[in-house]
């Protein structure tokens, strides 16, 4: 079956610094990944669509220039969070597309504390 | 614009005895239904999902979901429940199968022995 590889599944940094989440598909080539955000006892909300080779499309009310993202292949995307402060924490999910089965395949999430 | 309702918070029911999780629905055309499960600190499991056909799916652990066209519901069941499947819950919508899937707010089930 399908499986997204999702990493580090949670880090702790300073506030200031910048954290990057990797997302893999292992076994099948993902043509777009999304990128989700969950806040505690909430649902997860889209970010950002990244189609492999061309820029992320991202939602109103996410700043680019924080949440950094990049598809250089597919089978990888990355979410980069710029000077992070304690208001990212959060959890953070990415979902890699395919056609056909299930079609979303979701990672394992990261848990992202700003200290 | 699309969204769906998941209206209950917390569902508890007795190990043993049929649970029901409601989502209802609001998305121009045939959507494409689905229904996912997530444990502590993890993603999320697909369980099943609905396209088009059969309106009763069967999906992973037991479970099922009903699609009701005219009331707009993918209600999930099953039909004994386990201590086991206590977890979060979400169902999700993409009105063309290959868009950003659209989430409710999840609800909690809570199998109680």
């Known amino acids: 079956g399908a499986v997204v590889s999702q990493h580090p599944s949670w880090v702790i940094c300073k506030s200031g610094t910048s954290v990057k989440i990797e997302c893999r598909s292992l076994d099948f080539q993902a043509t777009t990944m999304f990128w989700y955000r969950q806040f505690p006892k909430q649902s997860l909300m889209l970010m950002a669509t990244s189609n492999e080779g061309s820029k992320a499309t991202y939602e109103q009310g996410v700043e680019k220039d924080k949440f950094l993202i990049n598809h250089a292949s597919l089978t990888l995307s990355t979410l980069t969070v710029t000077s992070a402060h304690p208001e990212d924490s959060s959890f953070y999910i990415c979902?890699?597309?395919?056609?056909?089965?299930?079609?979303?395949?979701f990672g394992s999430g990261t848990r992202l504390t700003v200290v | 614009a699309q969204s769906v309702a998941q209206p209950e918070d917390q569902v508890n029911v007795a190990e043993g005895n049929p649970l029901t999780v409601k989502c209802t629905y609001s998305v121009s055309g045939n959507p494409y239904l689905f229904w996912y499960v997530q444990y502590p600190n993890r993603g999320l499991q697909f369980l099943l999902k609905?396209?088009?056909?059969?309106?009763l799916v069967k999906g992973s652990y037991g479970f099922e979901a009903e699609f009701n066209k005219s009331q707009t519901s993918f209600h999930l069941k099953k039909p004994s429940a386990l201590v086991s499947v206590s977890a979060l819950y979400f169902c999700a919508v993409s009105p063309l199968g290959n868009t950003p899937l659209v989430f409710g707010k999840g609800t909690r089930l809570s199998v109680i022995a």
């Open positions: 979902s890699a597309f395919r056609t056909g089965a299930n079609g979303y395949t």
């Open positions: 609905y396209i088009t056909g059969d309106n």
